[in-house]
Protein backbone atom coordinates (compact mmCIF):
# COMPACT_ATOMS: atom_id res chain seq x y z
CA UNK A 1 0.00 0.00 0.00
CA UNK A 2 2.58 2.11 0.61
CA UNK A 3 4.45 1.80 -2.35
CA UNK A 4 1.26 2.09 -4.17
CA UNK A 5 1.40 5.53 -2.75
CA UNK A 6 4.81 6.22 -3.44
CA UNK A 7 4.48 5.35 -6.87
CA UNK A 8 1.16 8.03 -7.12
CA UNK A 9 3.01 10.38 -5.61
CA UNK A 10 5.81 9.99 -8.25
CA UNK A 11 3.60 9.59 -10.71
CA UNK A 12 2.02 12.98 -9.78
CA UNK A 13 5.19 14.38 -9.40
CA UNK A 14 6.11 13.61 -12.81
CA UNK A 15 2.92 14.61 -14.01
CA UNK A 16 3.34 18.41 -12.48
CA UNK A 17 6.99 18.65 -14.17
CA UNK A 18 5.78 17.52 -17.85
CA UNK A 19 3.01 20.28 -16.98
CA UNK A 20 5.77 22.80 -16.11
CA UNK A 21 7.97 21.93 -18.89
CA UNK A 22 4.44 21.99 -21.61
CA UNK A 23 3.82 25.53 -20.15
CA UNK A 24 7.48 26.50 -20.42
CA UNK A 25 7.63 25.16 -24.48
CA UNK A 26 4.36 26.80 -24.89
CA UNK A 27 5.39 30.27 -23.55
CA UNK A 28 8.84 29.94 -25.90
CA UNK A 29 6.63 29.45 -29.00
CA UNK A 30 4.30 31.93 -28.09
CA UNK A 31 7.48 34.46 -27.91
CA UNK A 32 8.98 33.17 -31.03
CA UNK A 33 5.55 33.45 -32.90
CA UNK A 34 5.32 36.86 -31.43
CA UNK A 35 9.00 38.01 -32.40
CA UNK A 36 8.54 36.33 -36.18
CA UNK A 37 5.55 38.17 -36.42
CA UNK A 38 7.18 41.72 -35.52
CA UNK A 39 9.83 40.91 -37.71
CA UNK A 40 7.78 40.35 -40.69
CA UNK A 41 5.47 43.77 -39.56
CA UNK A 42 8.58 45.20 -40.26
CA UNK A 43 9.72 43.85 -43.05
CA UNK A 44 6.31 44.89 -44.71
CA UNK A 45 6.67 48.37 -43.44
CA UNK A 46 10.01 48.84 -44.91
CA UNK A 47 8.45 47.81 -47.97
CA UNK A 48 5.62 50.33 -47.89
CA UNK A 49 7.87 52.82 -46.59
CA UNK A 50 10.21 52.12 -49.94
CA UNK A 51 7.09 51.68 -52.51
CA UNK A 52 5.16 55.20 -51.17
CA UNK A 53 8.86 57.43 -51.87
CA UNK A 54 10.55 55.65 -53.83
CA UNK A 55 11.41 55.97 -57.83
CA UNK A 56 7.97 54.54 -58.82
CA UNK A 57 6.82 58.29 -58.74
CA UNK A 58 7.55 59.78 -61.26
CA UNK A 59 8.76 63.44 -60.87
CA UNK A 60 6.86 66.51 -61.99
CA UNK A 61 7.50 67.55 -65.17
CA UNK A 62 8.52 71.00 -65.96
CA UNK A 63 6.23 73.42 -67.89
CA UNK A 64 6.48 72.83 -71.66
CA UNK A 65 7.95 75.86 -73.06
CA UNK A 66 5.89 77.89 -75.82
CA UNK A 67 6.20 76.27 -79.28
CA UNK A 68 7.15 79.56 -80.85
CA UNK A 69 8.09 82.83 -79.56
CA UNK A 70 6.22 85.94 -80.80
CA UNK A 71 7.10 87.23 -83.66
CA UNK A 72 8.91 90.61 -82.78
CA UNK A 73 6.91 92.69 -85.92
CA UNK A 74 5.50 91.67 -88.90
CA UNK A 75 9.31 92.33 -90.89
CA UNK A 76 10.32 89.05 -89.09
CA UNK A 77 7.65 87.27 -91.36
CA UNK A 78 8.59 85.53 -94.77
CA UNK A 79 7.35 87.72 -97.38
CA UNK A 80 5.21 87.44 -100.67
CA UNK A 81 5.77 88.73 -103.68
CA UNK A 82 3.51 89.10 -106.14
CA UNK A 83 1.45 91.26 -108.86
CA UNK A 84 -0.90 93.80 -109.59
CA UNK A 85 -2.28 95.59 -112.34
CA UNK A 86 -2.36 99.33 -112.14
CA UNK A 87 -3.08 102.13 -114.94
CA UNK A 88 -2.12 98.90 -117.75
CA UNK A 89 1.12 97.95 -116.27
CA UNK A 90 1.59 94.94 -114.15
CA UNK A 91 3.93 95.66 -111.28
CA UNK A 92 5.08 94.09 -108.36
CA UNK A 93 3.69 94.60 -104.34
CA UNK A 94 3.75 92.51 -101.54
CA UNK A 95 1.32 90.04 -100.33
CA UNK A 96 -0.85 92.87 -98.70
CA UNK A 97 -0.93 94.30 -102.24
CA UNK A 98 1.20 97.34 -101.05
CA UNK A 99 3.60 98.77 -103.49
CA UNK A 100 7.33 98.74 -103.72
CA UNK A 101 10.13 100.63 -105.44
CA UNK A 102 13.71 100.75 -106.35
CA UNK A 103 15.75 103.64 -105.81
CA UNK A 104 17.67 104.94 -108.74
CA UNK A 105 20.88 105.68 -106.62
CA UNK A 106 21.23 102.42 -105.65
CA UNK A 107 23.70 99.85 -107.64
CA UNK A 108 22.11 96.71 -109.08
CA UNK A 109 24.08 93.98 -107.24
CA UNK A 110 25.36 96.39 -104.36
CA UNK A 111 25.53 94.82 -101.30
CA UNK A 112 24.38 97.96 -99.41
CA UNK A 113 21.66 100.44 -100.16
CA UNK A 114 22.23 104.14 -100.48
CA UNK A 115 19.04 104.86 -98.46
CA UNK A 116 19.76 105.72 -95.27
CA UNK A 117 19.15 108.00 -92.01
CA UNK A 118 16.17 109.84 -92.85
CA UNK A 119 15.48 108.81 -96.25
CA UNK A 120 15.62 105.24 -94.82
CA UNK A 121 12.49 106.38 -92.35
CA UNK A 122 10.64 107.52 -95.18
CA UNK A 123 11.45 104.40 -97.59
CA UNK A 124 11.95 101.27 -95.31
CA UNK A 125 13.05 98.51 -96.19
CA UNK A 126 11.48 95.40 -97.87
CA UNK A 127 12.65 93.12 -95.62
CA UNK A 128 11.85 88.79 -95.15
CA UNK A 129 13.14 86.18 -92.15
CA UNK A 130 13.84 83.99 -95.98
CA UNK A 131 13.26 83.39 -99.55
CA UNK A 132 9.93 85.07 -100.47
CA UNK A 133 6.92 83.62 -101.82
CA UNK A 134 6.63 84.19 -105.58
CA UNK A 135 3.27 84.96 -107.64
CA UNK A 136 4.05 85.41 -110.94
CA UNK A 137 7.20 87.54 -110.12
CA UNK A 138 10.03 86.16 -112.23
CA UNK A 139 12.32 88.67 -111.55
CA UNK A 140 15.73 87.01 -109.99
CA UNK A 141 14.92 87.29 -106.07
CA UNK A 142 18.15 88.08 -103.75
CA UNK A 143 18.99 90.24 -100.24
CA UNK A 144 20.97 92.25 -98.43
CA UNK A 145 21.52 93.35 -95.15
CA UNK A 146 19.35 96.37 -94.62
CA UNK A 147 20.33 99.52 -92.80
CA UNK A 148 18.26 97.92 -90.15
CA UNK A 149 20.51 94.87 -89.87
CA UNK A 150 17.33 92.39 -91.59
CA UNK A 151 17.29 91.16 -94.82
CA UNK A 152 16.61 93.40 -97.57
CA UNK A 153 14.94 91.64 -100.59
CA UNK A 154 16.59 92.22 -104.03
CA UNK A 155 14.61 92.04 -107.29
CA UNK A 156 17.37 91.77 -110.11
CA UNK A 157 19.98 93.05 -108.20
CA UNK A 158 18.06 96.21 -106.72
CA UNK A 159 16.93 96.73 -103.17
CA UNK A 160 13.20 97.22 -102.92
CA UNK A 161 11.33 100.01 -100.72
CA UNK A 162 8.04 100.79 -99.51
CA UNK A 163 6.66 104.32 -99.70
CA UNK A 164 5.74 105.77 -95.76
CA UNK A 165 3.15 107.70 -97.63
CA UNK A 166 1.67 104.54 -99.08
CA UNK A 167 -1.27 104.23 -96.67
CA UNK A 168 -3.14 101.32 -98.22
CA UNK A 169 -3.25 98.30 -100.68
CA UNK A 170 -3.32 99.90 -104.27
CA UNK A 171 -2.14 102.93 -103.65
CA UNK A 172 1.80 104.30 -105.49
CA UNK A 173 2.08 107.78 -104.61
CA UNK A 174 5.66 106.82 -104.27
CA UNK A 175 5.82 106.48 -108.26
CA UNK A 176 8.16 108.88 -109.87
CA UNK A 177 9.14 110.74 -106.50
CA UNK A 178 12.09 113.08 -106.80
CA UNK A 179 12.63 111.02 -110.36
CA UNK A 180 14.44 108.74 -108.34
CA UNK A 181 11.51 106.34 -106.87
CA UNK A 182 9.86 104.21 -109.15
CA UNK A 183 8.05 100.68 -109.32
CA UNK A 184 9.28 97.31 -110.69
CA UNK A 185 6.97 95.00 -113.42
CA UNK A 186 7.06 91.32 -112.74
CA UNK A 187 10.58 91.00 -114.27
CA UNK A 188 12.37 93.40 -112.41
CA UNK A 189 12.16 96.06 -115.24
CA UNK A 190 12.12 99.56 -113.80
CA UNK A 191 8.86 101.58 -114.67
CA UNK A 192 9.28 104.62 -115.13
CA UNK A 193 5.74 106.14 -116.78
CA UNK A 194 3.25 108.08 -114.45
CA UNK A 195 0.49 105.55 -112.79
CA UNK A 196 -3.14 106.55 -111.97
CA UNK A 197 -1.98 106.89 -108.23
CA UNK A 198 1.03 109.32 -107.89
CA UNK A 199 2.30 111.78 -105.21
CA UNK A 200 4.25 115.11 -104.74
CA UNK A 201 7.70 115.43 -105.58
CA UNK A 202 8.38 115.09 -101.87
CA UNK A 203 11.27 112.87 -100.22
CA UNK A 204 12.39 111.67 -102.89
CA UNK A 205 16.21 111.79 -101.29
Keep these: MNRIAAHGVSWAAADSRRIREGDTMNKRAALFLAAASAASAL??????GGGGTGSSSAPAAAPASSS????????AEVETLKTATVAGHTVV?????????????????????????????????VTSAGAPTLQGVTGKIGSITGVNGRQQITVNGMPIYYYAKDTAPGQFNGQGVANVWYVIGADGTMIQTPLASTAASTGGY
Excluded: I, Q
Design 43 to 48: ALAGCG
Design 68 to 75: SAPASSAS
Design 93 to 125: VDGEGKAVYVYTRDNAGATASACTGGCASLWPA
